[in-house]
């Protein structure tokens, strides 16, 4: 096979290496403060003093605490979000994000052991191999970078996987409940679930949202919790509000590798909007009809999900790392191969990213998402679910050929 351990090992390394020039980028924007994570920051510190979802003191706490800037970076996630930072809160914003890079790393190893049951083919070839692939994957580097929540997102994930694989659906649903930091793509997978009849899964995720909505309330208070609701739907993605006085709740739709991103570029009028909608309602009605799965599920959320940015593909290594696993194992779909390569190979193609083709990363995600959720009498991939604990397959072998 031409993926053996010395080439592995060499292009591997070689990915590692752009990775550590990728987070050096970023130096310049740490030391100016101007990186996402300002935005976690400033709402671990207002956790205390209030007024969270307040732009104006969004503002005047990033001034003050971070560095000045002249426009604030609203914080968009659910209210229990920031109970996360309120730690790295209490020391200096460059301490703070050192230790969340740190924590981030941290979490990407945890991924890796959890994935161990359905990597068995991976270590086989090589023992580090799952460990230098999500290390070496651009997404999750940028994410270490600008200071973003991918990687505990990913965590998430991969814990809801192992869960669902191991016969626990109800704490697989809890685990995705707290997912909702980026509720744009965990509330399509857990309406798949919904349409897929996997009740014990609903329920789980439906008590954990219901309890962090308390805890968001107990934050915030009722009249804040309110007010948070209808903001999240105020995402200004037109071109015009770039040159607004106020860039309250900004988006760039063209950087955004998902169908609303990918239509827009082409069309940003009506046009585009009427394709996004009906292409998002076929990805969901068409995944509803194939067998439950999560990778599959987290795939159509990540193509449906409204807002959607290059570090969120981070989530992608789930799905890619159980393609490269059954590849080494038995072969895969050649195209959920291709498309996975293609992903992980992004640092040799980052002249797209440097002309700001963001949305073009959106055909592998769908090819991706298109392969695994084949079945019938051509050579597809099924992703194993806790429905088929009791079967004669082994339980490591998480993606199977049909």
Request: with cysteine; hydrophobic share 55%.
């Amino acid at each position: 096979m031409y993926f053996n351990r010395k080439r592995l090992r060499l292009y591997l390394c070689g990915l590692i290496i752009l990775q550590i020039v990728t987070c050096f980028r970023h130096l310049p924007q740490v030391r100016a403060g101007w990186l996402d994570f300002r935005i976690y920051y400033t709402a671990g510190h207002m956790v205390h003093t209030g007024h969270l979802y307040d732009y104006g003191a969004e503002g005047a706490a990033q001034n003050a605490l971070v560095s000045p800037m002249r426009y604030a970076l609203p914080f968009m996630a659910p209210p229990y979000t920031a109970l996360l930072f309120v730690p790295f809160s209490l020391v200096s914003f460059r301490a703070a994000y050192l230790a969340f890079f740190v924590v981030n790393l941290c979490f990407c190893v945890a991924c890796v052991l959890i994935m161990r049951p359905y990597d068995s083919a991976l270590r086989a070839r090589w023992g580090s191999l799952t460990l230098l692939l999500f290390l070496s994957f651009m997404p999750l580097g940028v994410t270490l970078g600008v200071g973003q929540v991918s990687v505990l997102l990913l965590l998430l994930y991969c814990s809801s996987f192992a869960s669902v694989q191991s016969g626990r659906p109800f704490l697989a649903g809890v685990l995705l409940s707290l997912a909702l930091i980026k509720f744009q793509i965990a509330l399509p997978v857990a309406l798949l679930f919904l349409l897929w009849r996997q009740w014990r899964f609903v329920a789980g995720f439906a008590s954990g949202a219901v309890a962090l909505t308390l805890i968001s309330i107990r934050i915030t208070g009722v009249r804040g919790f309110l007010y948070y609701l209808p903001s999240i739907f105020s995402i200004d993605a037109s071109r015009e509000a770039k040159y607004l006085s106020e860039a309250k709740y900004l988006s760039d739709p063209e950087q955004m590798p998902n169908l609303y991103g990918f239509f827009h570029a082409i069309n940003s009028g009506k046009w585009g909007f009427v394709a996004t909608i009906i292409c998002s309602l076929l990805v969901v009605i068409w995944a509803a009809t194939r067998k439950p799965s999560l990778p599959l599920a987290l795939l159509a959320g990540l193509l449906v999900s409204y807002h959607l940015y290059f570090y969120d593909l981070t989530l992608l290594l789930l799905p890619i790392s159980l393609v490269f696993n059954a590849e080494f194992k038995a072969g895969v779909n050649r195209a959920a191969l291709y498309a996975s390569l293609f992903m992980v190979g992004l640092p040799l193609f980052e002249f797209l990213i440097a002309l700001g083709f963001y949305h073009l990363f959106v055909i592998p995600v769908a090819i991706l998402f298109v392969s695994l959720g084949q079945v019938g009498a051509i050579r597809s991939v099924e992703i194993a679910t806790w429905s088929d604990r009791h079967s004669d397959v082994d339980q490591t072998a998480v993606i199977s050929t049909t």
